[in-house]
Nanobody
């Protein structure tokens, strides 16, 4: 059981990216989901979380008002819409199912002018 993240890329400040997180080998609807990121040379940082039924999204202060976490349990997929991106948002983005500690390999997002 793991996640397969996609949707990363290289963009300019102010642009948007939408990341996807496909659950492989398990039913996403049974799990709350978190997104994390790791900037070059830094530790992993929690970014956002959402309950198994799609309710109660929560965000780190650094992304509040710019990022939106969502999920489509029918597609076994979670999403992270990232708007008004900044250079400090650069990093490898991972999704996690905290209950059983499932992770993916991550998708890289780079914000640079």
């Amino acid at each position: 059981a793991q996640f397969v993240e996609s949707g990363g890329g290289s963009v300019q400040p102010g642009d948007s990216l939408k990341l996807s997180c496909l659950a492989s080998g398990f039913l996403l609807k049974r799990y709350a989901i978190s997104w994390h990121r790791q900037a070059p040379g830094k530790g992993r940082e929690w970014v956002a979380g959402i309950a198994s039924n799609g309710e109660s999204p929560v965000y780190a202060d650094s992304v509040k008002g710019r990022f939106l976490i969502s999920r489509d349990n029918d597609k076994n997929t979670a999403y992270l819409q990232m708007n008004n991106l900044r250079s400090e948002d650069t990093g490898l983005y991972f999704c996690q199912a905290p209950r059983d500690n499932y992770w993916g390999q991550g998708t890289q997002g780079t914000v640079s002018s």
